[in-house]
């Protein structure tokens, strides 16, 4: 069945670059799918970093858009998120997902089980 | 704040029928179709609903989804205990060119 785990460093210092990868299996990540990441600080809701599609089509949302950069690998069934100029604010638990796309509709169908990414020197 | 509203809590008993609500705009639910999500504490967000009333496989049919205009509701029919959790909107806009998620519902089962 299809898989996602995300990997990445636990903390990251303020003004450096968080960076995670999100490993798929059971699942090609060239299929009609897009690929998503989503962050959840503690005890809050959840927030939509941004989409990508393995063309390298990429969805970004717009508060995060200057400091952010989803990308794919499809050689290793990977898709990777990169945020810079990180402050205590990015905390958070960030979750890989599978999205899927069609006219009108946007969803998460496959979740990974998120890692906390701190920000602290 | 979120661009979708949904109150912060709701509660009920156990066998009894609840209801969270979301709301939006013409840019998101008023053109685009809704999902739910549910966060059981300490696990990822699941799926619950998406297409505005379609459930996955595997998810009980006490759980429905609606959506009239620029509004979503869900319900959950017959409650149980295991059905405490956060609960979680979400639909694209078109004007942000993202997706956008309401601010979640705590649900707790009295």
């Known amino acids: 069945q299809v898989q996602l785990q995300e990997s990445g460093p636990g903390l990251v210092k303020p003004s450096e670059t968080l960076s995670l990868t999100c490993t798929v299996s059971?699942?090609?990540?060239?299929?009609?799918?897009?690929w998503g990441w989503i962050r959840q600080p503690p005890g809050k809701g959840l927030e939509w970093i941004g989409t990508i599609y393995h063309s390298g089509t990429t969805y970004y949302n717009p508060s995060l858009k200057s400091r952010v950069t989803i990308s794919v690998d499809t050689s290793k069934n990977q898709f990777s998120l990169r945020l810079s100029s990180v402050t205590a604010a990015d905390t958070a638990v960030y979750y890989c997902a599978r999205e899927v796309s069609r006219s009108r509709e946007h969803w998460g169908d496959y979740w990974g089980q998120g890692t906390l990414v701190t920000v602290s020197s | 704040q979120s661009v979708l509203t949904q109150p912060p809590s709701a509660s009920e008993t156990p066998g009894q029928r609840v209801t969270i609500s979301c709301s939006g705009s013409s840019s998101n639910i008023g053109g685009n179709a809704v999902s739910w999500y549910q966060q059981l504490p300490g696990t990822a967000p699941k799926l619950l609903i998406y297409?505005?009333?379609q459930r996955p496989s595997g998810v009980p049919d006490r759980f429905s989804g609606s959506k009239s205009g620029t509004s979503a509701s869900l319900a959950i029919s017959g409650l149980q205990s295991e059905d405490e959790a956060d609960y979680y909107c979400?639909?694209?806009?078109?004007?942000?060119?993202?997706?956008?998620f309401g601010g979640g519902t705590k649900l707790t089962v009295l």
């Open positions: 059971g699942y090609s990540i060239t299929n009609n799918n897009y």
């Open positions: 979400a639909a694209w806009d078109d004007s942000l060119n993202g997706l956008v």
């Open positions: 297409s505005n009333n």
